[in-house]
C-alpha cells in the first residue's frame, strides 16, 4: 500500500464526510491505483457505495484488495481508461480521483471533463484531489520539485494550473463549490453540475 495515501487519506475523509453527511451515495473512482483510497473511505462511511475504475492492467491488484477488506460496499473494479472507455452507464451521486490530473497530458484532462460533463447528471459532486499551481506559480518548492520530476519523465506530465482546472470543468457544466488546503500542499477541488 502506498505510505502518501495513508497520510492523506484522513484529511480526504474528513472534508468528504462534510458533502455526503449520513446520507447513502453512490461514488464512482477514476484511477484508483491500489483502491485503497476507496477502501479506507467506504470502510468509514457504511453507507456509501464505492465503486473502483482503472486501466486493465491495474485490476488485479485492486480485486486483490476488495478480497481481502471483505467490505461489503466495495464495487468493481471497472475498466476505464480516458479517451478510450466511456463512463459507466450508471447513476453516481459523486465522482472521485486522486493524484491523476498531473500524470495524464492536459489533452486527456480536457476528454475527461468533457465526458463526465456530458455523463453525469445534475446535482453530482466531483472530488479531485492533488496539486495545483495557482496564478502560474506553485503552492510549495516541492511541488516545483514534483512538476519539474515529472516533466523529466514525460513532457506531457506536470502539475496543473487551478486556473485551467476551473475553466475546463466550468465550460462542461460544473461549478465550483470550494477549494479545500490540504496537507503536504495539496488540495481538494469541490465542483457540482
Given at each position: 500500500?502506498?505510505?502518501?495515501c495513508?497520510r492523506?487519506?484522513?484529511?480526504?475523509?474528513?472534508?468528504?464526510k462534510?458533502?455526503?453527511?449520513?446520507?447513502?451515495?453512490?461514488?464512482?473512482?477514476?484511477?484508483?491505483?491500489?483502491?485503497?483510497?476507496?477502501?479506507?473511505f467506504?470502510?468509514?462511511?457504511p453507507?456509501?457505495?464505492?465503486?473502483?475504475?482503472?486501466?486493465?492492467?491495474?485490476?488485479?491488484?485492486?480485486?486483490n484488495?476488495?478480497?481481502?477488506?471483505?467490505?461489503?460496499?466495495?464495487?468493481?473494479?471497472l475498466?476505464?481508461?480516458?479517451?478510450?472507455?466511456?463512463?459507466?452507464?450508471?447513476?453516481?451521486?459523486c465522482?472521485?480521483?486522486?493524484?491523476?490530473?498531473?500524470?495524464?497530458?492536459?489533452?486527456?484532462?480536457?476528454?475527461?471533463?468533457?465526458?463526465?460533463?456530458?455523463?453525469?447528471e445534475?446535482?453530482?459532486?466531483?472530488?479531485?484531489?492533488?496539486?495545483?499551481?495557482?496564478?502560474g506559480?506553485?503552492?510549495?518548492?516541492?511541488?516545483?520539485?514534483f512538476?519539474?520530476?515529472?516533466?523529466?519523465?514525460?513532457?506531457?506530465?506536470?502539475?496543473?494550473a487551478?486556473?485551467?482546472?476551473?475553466?475546463?470543468?466550468s465550460k462542461?457544466?460544473?461549478?465550483?463549490?470550494?477549494?479545500?488546503?490540504?496537507?503536504?500542499?495539496?488540495?481538494l477541488?469541490v465542483?457540482?453540475s
Amino acid at each position: 500500500m502506498n505510505s502518501s495515501c495513508d497520510r492523506n487519506q484522513e484529511p480526504i475523509l474528513k472534508i468528504l464526510k462534510l458533502y455526503i453527511k449520513e446520507k447513502s451515495l453512490n461514488f464512482f473512482e477514476i484511477g484508483s491505483g491500489t483502491g485503497q483510497h476507496g477502501l479506507f473511505f467506504a470502510k468509514n462511511c457504511p453507507l456509501i457505495t464505492w465503486t473502483f475504475s482503472d486501466r486493465q492492467e491495474n485490476h488485479q491488484h485492486i480485486k486483490n484488495n476488495l478480497n481481502a477488506s471483505q467490505l461489503k460496499n466495495v464495487l468493481g473494479p471497472l475498466p476505464f481508461e480516458v479517451g478510450i472507455d466511456p463512463l459507466p452507464p450508471v447513476k453516481f451521486d459523486c465522482l472521485f480521483t486522486a493524484n491523476t490530473m498531473h500524470i495524464m497530458p492536459w489533452k486527456k484532462v480536457k476528454t475527461l471533463t468533457k465526458a463526465i460533463g456530458k455523463s453525469l447528471e445534475s446535482r453530482t459532486l466531483v472530488f479531485i484531489y492533488g496539486p495545483f499551481r495557482y496564478q502560474g506559480k506553485h503552492t510549495a518548492p516541492s511541488n516545483q520539485r514534483f512538476d519539474d520530476s515529472l516533466k523529466a519523465q514525460n513532457s506531457s506530465m506536470g502539475i496543473r494550473a487551478f486556473e485551467d482546472m476551473v475553466m475546463s470543468m466550468s465550460k462542461n457544466g460544473f461549478s465550483l463549490l470550494h477549494d479545500h488546503e490540504m496537507p503536504a500542499h495539496n488540495r481538494l477541488l469541490v465542483f457540482e453540475s
